[in-house]
Each structure stands twice: as structure tokens, then as C-alpha cells.
């Protein structure tokens, strides 16, 4: 009599990008619609689906963006809070190369033994080798174009108000303009500006000016029409 042996395929737990595609594609929405209904920048939407989280803004808005889109998305944002987090934190660890085998090796007749001597020279090296890496990082974010992005209102969209509020954020210490003219810039790089707009077609220009006088643009398009506030006026009182 044989014995029957069944094997169990054992799938790899979901990531973060896999759960929030999944949820928007069983909503059957386009990421220009999320990106509509949530008013988060369609890049950083595919951002997050693509678990490109270098992509991202600063973490304060990150954990912001990501509440939103799972509460849109009809997910607990407590559990994809923590996803993000955890998936976050294995992104930043690479234990292969802080491995360190505490056993010794025979070379001849002599052991090699990581003793407290070597553990110091050991941790000098690590220490100036990640201040040179930190100072390399910090020059070549000074060489760069500070991030600029608009988080309140998609790129282009109608209103019915002849005025709207422009909100968003950019590095710390950068100075913004809309439309040529300066806004203030919080230290963390948010900011915020209340804009008068014309009937017609508006357009909004925001530039982000870093201290080595790099530059970042973002454009904003917005359709003043009054008659919509008419319209639904109109159809309240029916």
C-alpha cells in the first residue's frame, strides 16, 4: 500500500504595493482617479504601488498620503501604516554586510579571534567611512534640485470659486514663488497660499529655489467658471 504525499505551495506574503494595487483594482479605478478623489500626486501614488519609496516625499507626509489612500482604498490604515513602516525598515537594513562572524579562523597553526582591539578599529573605520558617505550624500542633496510638490489639488482641475488654496512642500530652507511673487515656507518646507483666480483658464506657476540657487518647477491649471455655482444652485432650488 502506498502513501499519498500532497505538497502545499507556501505564497509569500503580500507587500504593501500588491495590497494597495489589488484594492484599487478590484474598485475598478484608474490611478488618475485615486489621484482625483484623493487629491495625492499620481506619481506618488504609483509610488507606493511600486514600493519605490525613495520616490517619496518627507516621511510626515508620507504617513499622511498613505492614511488616506487606505481609507479611500477601504483598507485599515493602522495595518497599512505598519506595513509601510516594517517594509521601510527592511529597505534601510542590509544584514549581509553588518554580519559579523564571531568565531575563529584557523590560518595555519593560529587562530584569528575578533578581539576588543580589532572590534574598535573595526568600528573607527565604519564611523568615518559613514561620516564620508553622509558628507557625499549631503553634497550631492546640495547639488540637487530641491523637491517641490503640490499635495492639495491634482495639476489640473475646474472650480467654481474665484479662489483657491495652493498647498505643498519642498526642502527646508528653500524659498518658494507663485507666480514670481515669494510665499512663506514653514522650516519643515510646508507651505501654503490662498490664490485669486480670473474667469477662464489659470495657470499657476510654483518654483522652488534651493540656497546653491538650484531650481524645481510645478505648474497648476485651473478653470475658473462661475456658471457652475449657478448650475447648482439652480438644482438645489428644483
Not at 223 to 232: E, H, I, R, S, V
Request: hydrophobic letters at 40%; charged letters at 20%.
Amino acid at each position: 500500500m502506498s502513501a499519498g504525499f500532497t505538497t502545499k505551495k507556501i505564497s509569500k506574503p503580500k507587500t504593501l504595493g500588491s495590497i494597495l494595487r489589488s484594492a484599487r483594482t478590484k474598485a475598478e479605478l484608474t490611478v488618475e482617479q485615486a489621484q482625483e478623489q484623493t487629491k495625492i500626486c499620481e506619481r506618488y501614488l504609483i509610488a507606493l504601488e511600486q514600493g519605490n519609496y525613495a520616490a517619496l516625499p518627507a516621511e510626515a507626509y508620507n504617513i499622511g498620503f498613505i492614511r488616506t489612500y487606505a481609507s479611500f482604498l477601504k483598507l485599515n490604515p493602522d495595518k497599512i501604516v505598519r506595513l509601510y513602516r516594517e517594509e521601510r525598515s527592511l529597505n534601510r537594513l542590509n544584514p549581509q554586510e553588518n554580519q559579523v562572524v564571531m568565531r575563529p579562523r584557523k590560518i595555519g597553526d593560529w587562530h584569528f579571534l575578533i578581539t576588543p582591539k580589532v572590534l574598535a578599529i573595526l568600528g573607527t573605520v565604519i564611523f568615518f567611512g559613514a561620516l564620508v558617505g553622509y558628507i557625499a550624500v549631503e553634497l550631492n542633496r546640495f547639488a540637487q534640485p530641491p523637491t517641490l510638490a503640490i499635495t492639495n489639488v491634482p495639476s489640473q482641475f475646474t472650480s467654481s470659486q474665484d479662489k483657491i488654496k495652493l498647498a505643498g512642500h519642498t526642502d527646508g530652507g528653500a524659498t518658494v514663488l507663485m507666480n514670481s511673487q515669494t510665499i512663506s515656507v514653514a522650516d519643515d518646507g510646508s507651505f501654503s497660499q490662498d490664490v485669486q483666480l480670473n474667469p477662464g483658464v489659470n495657470q499657476i506657476t510654483i518654483l522652488a529655489r534651493n540656497r546653491a540657487e538650484k531650481v524645481s518647477t510645478e505648474t497648476v491649471q485651473v478653470l475658473y467658471n462661475p456658471d457652475l455655482a449657478k448650475t447648482d444652485n439652480s438644482v438645489t432650488k428644483e
